[in-house]
């Protein structure tokens, strides 16, 4: 298979059009919105950095940093990549959108990260698990920078074994309806907490789901003050596997008498900045981000999980979503939509008190 040309954005690339055995530099067209977004939220966040310094890890054919210099205004790029025909490929993409501000490094990312070169924005997008590499990225990190990580193992912070998330994220999942949210808040809660161990304070500043991965930017700041408040974001998220009660805390004994799991630990705040999403809506054109930002914005200010609406009215007919939510709000509760699923609602409401709404729409 040969190269072909790609064109994303207003980058132009050489790559290979599906992933080919040996090979770090295929497209993948399902992380296209994944860079969309990250371009938009970086163009937005910029004016919080003192520098513009980019260390592209994992670059692969360097699609990500190239659209950062291009569409964010961001660098000097270094393109970091321990494969040899990455960075042949990315050097070759480097030129033919003449980038003037460029480096490229062969390496591993952990033995890179000796070299005590501070970078005011850290590309954290390796193959699976983002795990082994965030303490050595906030090592990379000066006194205010952002860190942007991809999480692509939702299988294992999804899953219904917690040895392997034990393993790699220090916290325990929990196979329910809003599993793809807690899976995004254990990665958000384990770099807070990686973070807090170097006194970097970590806190997430935009984030999304979607199909097999989960996305989170952060805002970082050396302190160790500022480490101990981030800190205050991380809790558990108990479940009851028999009632489908849920709520914040480690309660061991559901309502109903019987044991809860736990979820944990993870980042129970809010996972965007309500201004960074405001900005990213006004800069972009596009609408269906536009709609995605609105659905993020939403959010805030509600409970870390959410409720499927078909299952809590499971028995009864079909309701409709807007009915349930003018009950809810009627009743004095919050309610909103949710990015992570069309047939759910993210609500401060009781799982009877929801059924309730249901059941009578």
């Known amino acids: 298979m040969k190269l072909q040309m790609i064109k994303e954005g207003k980058a132009i690339v050489w790559a290979y059009p599906?992933?080919?055995?040996?090979?770090?530099?295929?497209?993948?067209?399902?992380?296209?919105?994944?860079?969309?977004?990250?371009?938009?939220?970086?163009?937005?966040?910029?004016?919080?950095?003192?520098?513009?310094?980019?260390?592209?890890?994992?670059?692969?054919?360097?699609?990500?940093?190239?659209?950062?210099?291009?569409?964010?205004?961001?660098?000097?790029?270094?393109?970091?990549?321990?494969?040899?025909?990455?960075?042949?490929v990315c050097r070759k993409n480097a030129r033919l959108n003449k980038l003037k501000k460029a480096e490229f490094v062969r390496s591993d990312f952990d033995r890179f990260a000796t070299s005590g070169r501070c970078f005011d924005v850290v590309e954290l997008d390796p193959f699976g698990t983002p795990a082994p590499f965030v303490s050595t990225a906030l090592r990379l990190m000066p006194k205010v920078g952002i860190l942007s990580v991809t999480a692509t193992d939702l299988a294992t912070l999804c899953g219904s074994k917690n040895a392997p998330a034990a393993r790699r994220y220090d916290a325990r999942p929990l196979y329910v309806e809003y599993a793809h949210e807690l899976a995004l808040r254990i990665v958000a809660g384990f770099v807070v907490r990686q973070a807090a161990m170097q006194d970097v304070a970590a806190v997430p500043v935009f984030s999304f789901y979607q199909d097999h991965f989960a996305k989170v930017l952060f805002q970082t700041r050396r302190g160790a003050q500022a480490a101990d408040e981030a800190l205050q974001g991380i809790g558990f998220v108990a479940h009851c596997m028999h009632c489908g009660h849920r709520e914040i805390g480690q309660r061991p004994v559901c309502v109903c008498g019987?044991?809860?799991?736990?979820?944990?630990?993870?980042?129970?705040?809010?996972?965007?900045?309500?201004?960074?999403?405001?900005?990213?809506?006004?800069?972009?054109?596009?609408?269906?981000?536009?709609?995605?930002?609105?659905?993020?914005?939403?959010?805030?200010?509600?409970?870390?999980?959410?409720?499927?609406?078909?299952?809590?009215?499971?028995?009864?007919a079909s309701p409709k979503m807007d009915d349930v939510f003018s009950r809810l709000k009627k009743k004095g509760f919050q309610a909103a939509r949710t990015h992570y699923s069309p047939t759910a609602v993210k609500t401060d409401a009781s799982l009877v008190d929801l059924k309730k709404a249901v059941r009578t729409s």
């Open 18 to 88: 599906e992933e080919v055995p040996g090979q770090a530099v295929f497209y993948n067209p399902r992380m296209k919105q994944n860079r969309d977004l990250s371009v938009l939220a970086l163009k937005t966040l910029s004016s919080r950095l003192k520098k513009k310094m980019v260390l592209d890890g994992f670059c692969a054919s360097g699609i990500r940093g190239i659209r950062y210099a291009l569409e964010a205004r961001l660098g000097p790029v270094t393109f970091l990549d321990a494969s040899e025909s990455a960075m042949v």
């Open 258 to 316: 019987q044991k809860m799991k736990m979820a944990g630990p993870l980042w129970t705040g809010d996972v965007n900045d309500a201004g960074v999403l405001a900005a990213m809506k006004k800069a972009t054109k596009n609408a269906k981000l536009a709609v995605l930002l609105d659905l993020l914005a939403g959010e805030n200010g509600l409970p870390p999980y959410f409720f499927d609406v078909h299952a809590a009215g499971r028995g009864a």
